[in-house]
């Protein structure tokens, strides 16, 4: 009876969870796999994962860095696996990302910071897509915050580099 009582509450954290960073943490497995089936299944092992390992938890970060970290981690082990091999990449202009109706109009942005090193893509869509700051990028990529600093700037300085005058107006 009692270990009832404590799956049922974990299954109510766990949607609590999944209600609150469920679209967030798509969105992340989208833009690593760049194919939504793959982002859903990604998402899908995340909570798994978040669910097995939530007794370990330290909050010594926040939920959304935790459960960010842990989707990083699941995304890099699929690219890593069998399943880079065989999944068909959808070209971007086809691609829709999650949340989203249809395409964006404007697609050089995105297509700059898709062509980054997978370190300097990550950095980048953590700090400006999702809104980490780089201590926080720091915890989720368990590396240094010099580290971090350091992957911005080069991939800000390779952003400027393949934009040119577009963004910067240089």
């Known amino acids: 009876m009692i270990i009832e ?70 995304c890099k082990n699929m690219l890593r696996g069998s399943m880079k091999k065989q999944r068909e990449e959808l070209p971007l202009e086809e691609a829709v990302l999650p949340g989203q109706e249809e395409p964006s109009g404007d697609d050089t942005l995105l297509r700059a910071i898709m062509s980054l090193s997978p370190k300097h893509r990550e950095v980048v869509l953590l700090y400006y897509y999702q809104g980490f700051c780089v201590r926080e990028i720091a915890d989720i990529l368990d590396a240094p915050v010099s580290t971090i600093s350091v992957r911005m700037k080069r991939a800000r300085k390779a952003l400027r580099e393949r934009l040119g005058g577009w963004y910067y107006g240089e």
């Open 5 to 74: 009582q404590e799956l049922q509450i974990g299954a109510a954290e766990m949607e609590r969870l999944m209600d609150a960073y469920g679209d967030i943490l798509l969105r992340v497995c989208y833009l690593y796999l760049k194919d939504l089936q793959l982002a859903e299944d990604a998402l899908q092992e995340t909570f798994l994962r978040a669910y097995r390992g939530y007794g370990h938890f330290k909050r010594e970060s926040s939920e959304k860095t935790w459960l960010t970290s842990i989707a990083c981690n699941v």
